[in-house]
C-alpha cells in the first residue's frame, strides 16, 4: 500500500497501460486501481469522509477497470484519473468515466438508480444506461430510473476533470447513485443476497452502456457487451476451482448408489416370484460424508469477486452438499427427497410424452437370436472412438475397462466401465460407442482441456443435456431404435410412480402386465430407479432430449454444448467466459459432427422435429 499518490506513481500506471499491461495496485487508505489491460472506460467510487462504505464499493470489483477511493483524496486522485483518461482517450478516441454513488440514507423518497450526465452531449449514452437499469428486475423493490446533471461531478470539491478538458479529450462523465437498499438503515447490516443480486445487475447494464459507448465513439470494436468483463484471473478464483474439484474426486456418485448384487438380486428376486423387494448391497462408504461437508463449507467463495464465477462455484458447492447428503442416506427413505431436489421430477408434460412413446410403440416381439456383440469386439471398437477423440486431443487419456462389479456401461471419471454381463445387440453397439465414448468421454476431456476444472468435474444439473446429448447421438448413427425409446419412457414412468409412493414391486409389475416389458428389461429399470432409496435422475434422459430438441429448434448450435459437463442454461455463462478469454475453444469434435453423411440430419434437427419424429 502506497501512503499517497506521487507523480512518479502515476507515470508508472500510465506506461504499464500504454505497454498493454494489466494494473493492479493498492491505494492510500486500502483503496485500490484495477484496470484488466487497456480499456476505454473507467468505473470510479470514492468513500464519503469519515464514513467507509465498503458494500457500494464492492460493486465495483466485477468491473474490468475501476478505482476505489476516497473523497479526501481527491486533489491527489484528480492527476491519476486524468492522465489514464487521457492517455486511453488517446488510445482509443474517446474515453468513458462513470462514477458509483451511494444516495443518503437520510433521503427520503430517492430513486433505486439516478443517472447523472450531460445535459445535451450523448443523450442516447444515458437513454442506453437508463434503459438497461430499468430492466433490473428485484423481487418486492420496484426499480425506478430517474436522470440529472452530472454538474456535481464537475464542481468543487468533487470535480476530478474539468469540463473543457473532458470535451478537449472527448471524455464522458456519467455519475450512478444508488439506492443502498442492500443496507438495513437502522442498523447498517447488510442483505448479502440482494447485494450480490444487485452487483451482478448493475455491472452488466455498466457493460451493456459502456459497450454502446465505445462501439460508436471508440476505435475499439468488442464483439460482444461481454468480452468488455475480466480477462485476467485472480488466484484464489483458481485455489477454490481445485478445492471444490478435489471434494468432488474423492467420491465416484454413481458407483457408490449402485448395487454390487444385481445378479444375486434378481435370482433372489425371481425365486420369491417377483413379489418380494429384493436385498442391495453397496460398496463400502469410502468417505465420511460430515468432514466431507466441513471441508466443503470452509472454502471462502465468498472472495471471489467475478459475479459469473462466484455463482458458478455458489452453484456446485450446493449440489456437492446433496450429494453428500444422498450419500449419508443411502438406502433410507430421505435418499429420495435429496435425489429429488438434486434430479427433478416427473412434471404432467413429461409424463404426457413418456406415456405417449409406451402406447404408441408396440412392445417388440421377443427374439431369442438377437445377435449380441461379443465383449471383447465391443471393447475393441469402444478403444478405437477413443482413438478417434485421442488423434484430436493427444492429452486424452481414457480406455475401456471390463468389470463384474458394474451393470451394463457406465463412464466414470473420464474411463469406459462395461459390465461382464453386458448384452449389447450388434445393431446398438455404435450408437451406445457414441453414447458413452462420443459424448460423456468427449465432453470429459473437453472439459479437462479448459482451466475451469468445474467444467470436467460437471456443472449442477448437466446430467439432463448429457443425457439429451447422448441420447441424441444415437439417433445421429441410426442406432436409435423403438425398443430403446420404449425404455426410456418406462424410466419417466417409474420415476413418476416412484415419487408417489410405489414400491419396487408394484413398479415391476407395471412394466410387466401394463407395457409388456419382458422380466429383464422390467427388472433392470426398476432396480435403476430405486436404487440407493430411491434415484430420480433416470427421468432425466427422455426430459433432455425432449429440452434439447426444442434448444435446436431455436436455432442454436450443437457443437458449444459440447465444451463440457454443463447444463443448458450454462450456455450464456460459458459464452460470457468464451468472450472474456477465460475459456478455450473446444478441442475434440465427436464422429457425428465431422461426418458429411451425417449433416442432413443435423439440417432437421434446426428445423425442428419431436420426440416421436426421431423414429
Known sequence: MIESITDSFIQKITRSLKRGKQVHRRLPQGGLIYIDRPLPFLVLFRHPAGQPDHPTADFLKANAAYIISHEERTEELRPLVQSIAKSMADKFGAFMIIELMAAPT??????????????K??????????KELQGVKLSDIRTSVETGSNEQLLQEPRCLMPEEDLKKHAVLMLGLQLKPVYKNTAT??????????LREKVANAIKKTVFDFVSVQTTHHP?????????????VVWRIDKQLTSISDQFRFLLLVTPVNNNEAWAEFKKARFKKQPTFHYRLMPIDADQLKRKLYNISIEKVDDPTLGYLFRDKRHELDKMLTMLADRNSPDFLYSSMQLYGTVDDQLLKVAEGILAALPAPARDVNTDLIPLPEFVAQAEREIAFLKEQYPALDSGVDVRDDVVGLIVSKGRLNVGTDAKIPRHRAQALIQHEVGTHILTYFNGKAQPLHQLYVGSPGYEELQEGLAVLSEWLVGGLDQERMRILAARVVSVYHLTKGCSFV????????AYHFDDETAWDVTMRVHRG?????????LRGLVH???????????EPLLIGKIRQDYIPIVQELMYRNVLRPVPIKPRYLLDENIKPKLEQLKSGISVFNLL
Not at 533 to 541: E, F, I, Q, S
Open 188 to 197: 447498517g447490516k447488510i442483505y448479502p443476497l440482494l447485494l450480490r443480486t
Open 506 to 513: 408394484d413398479n415391476f409389475r407395471r412394466l410387466k402386465d
Open 121 to 130: 452531449q450523448l443523450p442516447t449514452t444515458v437513454q442506453a444506461i437508463v
Open 533 to 541: 432409496g430411491g434415484l430420480t435422475k433416470d427421468a432425466v434422459y
Open 106 to 119: 437520510s433521503a427520503a423518497d430517492v430513486p433505486l438508480f439516478k443517472v447523472l450526465g450531460p445535459q
Open 223 to 235: 464483439v460482444h457487451f461481454q468480452a468488455l468483463g475480466r480477462q485476467a484471473v485472480n488466484r
Open 548 to 558: 434439447l430438441l426444442s434448444y435446436l429448434k431455436e436455432g442454436h448450435e450443437l
